[in-house]
């Protein structure tokens, strides 16, 4: 009896061989199953390129002034939020390594009341230019002034280095302005 059993029995347990036809059927099956998993992978992909060529057309549609704004405005509070958290966090963190005294001078310089007036301040009044401008008069007519009242035998007025200082943040001033029109005309030509 050198027949082999093909059919599962309690006799012979699971050391049986299998026919060709159900080995191919196995194989078959594992294939089908592998596809399945790969088209379960690809149905996120395609579901992502039908939302993207939806939203292509109705950008398509809509006109060219017409703007859509409904994911922006989220966005850009979230950016504000973000960036006034992150602001609070360092402080918080750079007045540990303060003293008590200039915890206080912190607290009381960044409330929202004086930065915006500074912020203001500091746009118009302490520009550059101006204070460049002011420090080289005052210094400059300074010195001639005193040189003169040495000299001549008056008395130094201090009031003098201020009025010059306020004459030459105006110059300044003026000389920027003037070098921001003359680049913006050499830009636009």
Do not use: C, W
């Not at 009896?1 to 012979?12: A, D, R, V, Y």
């Not at 596809?35 to 690809?42: C, D, R, T």
């Not at 973000?82 to 963190?93: E, F, G, P, V």
């Not at 004086?114 to 008069?137: C, D, H, N, W």
């Amino acid at each position: 009896m050198s027949e082999q059993m093909t059919h599962p029995s309690p006799e012979h347990g699971e050391k049986q061989q299998k026919s060709p036809e159900h080995q191919h059927h196995v194989e078959r099956s594992e294939h089908h199953k592998d596809q399945a998993e790969h088209a379960e992978k690809q149905k996120p992909l395609h579901e992502l390129q039908q939302s993207a060529k939806e939203q292509a057309v109705s950008v398509e549609h809509t006109s060219v002034g017409e703007k859509h704004q409904a994911p922006a405005t989220p966005i850009l509070g979230m950016q504000r939020e973000l960036k006034s958290n992150a602001y609070k966090q360092t402080l918080k963190k750079v007045r540990t390594h303060l003293s008590p005294a200039e915890k206080t001078l912190s607290k009381l310089v960044h409330q929202p009341v004086v930065e915006t007036v500074s912020e203001a301040g500091a746009k118009t009044v302490a520009r550059p230019s101006g204070i460049l401008g002011g420090g080289i008069v005052a210094l400059l007519g300074s010195g001639a002034v005193l040189y003169m009242s040495k000299h001549y035998g008056f008395r130094y007025n201090f009031f003098v280095f201020v009025v010059l200082f306020i004459g030459g943040f105006a110059l300044g001033m003026l000389a920027e302005l003037t070098l921001r029109l003359f680049v913006r005309k050499r830009a636009s030509s």
